[in-house]
């Protein structure tokens, strides 16, 4: 069993930057591939960012990439989303999310633990 704990959440302005924490127990984060995904009000809710096991760089939404970088930290069982220059639009609860599979990972159904969320309001 996977439990995943975000983290680093909070309000800030636009412009200014956030780091977002991931803690995993119970497997590792090197054993899965893993994901970040946000959810506004009333929105579905919609990949950010992944990673596949083994990397170190992942693949972006094209609404953050350039600004948003996601990583992993084995020694510490920790997935990171740094998060850049960020804009009003951005505000929204973050989760992040393991999969097993690694297929069709921009898709919520391709995961199979995600933690409690984290809100990001961004304000003007």
Do not use: H
Request: include cysteine; hydrophobic fraction near 30%; proline fraction near 1%.
């Amino acid at each position: 069993q996977v439990q995943l704990v975000e983290s680093g959440g909070g309000s800030v302005q636009a412009g200014g930057s956030l780091r977002l924490s991931c803690a995993a127990s119970g497997s590792t984060v090197s054993n899965y591939c893993m994901g970040w995904f946000r959810q506004a009000a009333g929105k579905e809710r919609d990949y950010v960012a992944f990673i596949y096991r083994g990397a170190t760089s992942g693949f972006y939404a094209d609404s953050v990439k350039g600004r948003f970088t996601i990583s992993r930290d084995n020694a510490k069982n920790t997935l990171y989303l740094e998060m850049k220059n960020v804009r009003p639009e951005d505000t929204a609860i973050y989760y992040c999310a393991s999969s097993r599979s690694c297929l069709n990972w921009k898709t919520v159904s391709a995961y199979d633990y995600w933690g409690q969320g984290t809100q990001v309001t961004v304000s003007s």
